[in-house]
């Protein structure tokens, strides 16, 4: 492989890095914790993992040290828990959307 080649894919690489905890700490996100054996699910403080995990441990990877307190599982997957909009409970507009337009009816 060509060294202009290597070198633009070690460039992409590094850009491509997972988030690490301090990453998390620097934008004010916890980490979500996602057992993929019984789906018990909980979000985790950064201030009780950077502490015993390190600053630069990749988020996927803090899943493979947890055990579910569930079901005893190590099956663990986690991501950044992401400030979201809740749980979606309806799949109908907001009151305060404009109603769709009617069709338009055919004429004569």
């Known amino acids: ?11 992409v690489e590094a850009q491509q890095r997972p988030a690490t905890l301090a990453d998390l700490k620097a934008q004010g996100v916890d980490v979500f914790c996602w057992c993929n054996r019984c789906s018990h699910n909980a979000v985790l ?11 630069q441990c990749p988020v996927p990877e803090v899943g493979a040290r947890l055990v579910c ?8 997957a986690t991501r950044p828990a992401w400030k979201g909009l809740g749980q979606v409970t309806s799949h109908e507009p907001p009151a305060s959307a404009p109603a769709p337009m009617p069709a338009a009816e055919a004429e004569d």
Do not use: T
């Open 69 to 76: 307190s569930s079901c005893g599982a190590r099956d663990v």
């Open 45 to 55: 403080p950064l201030a009780s993992l950077i502490p015993r995990l390190g600053p």
């Open 1 to 11: 492989m060509g060294g202009i080649k290597r070198q633009e894919i070690l460039r």
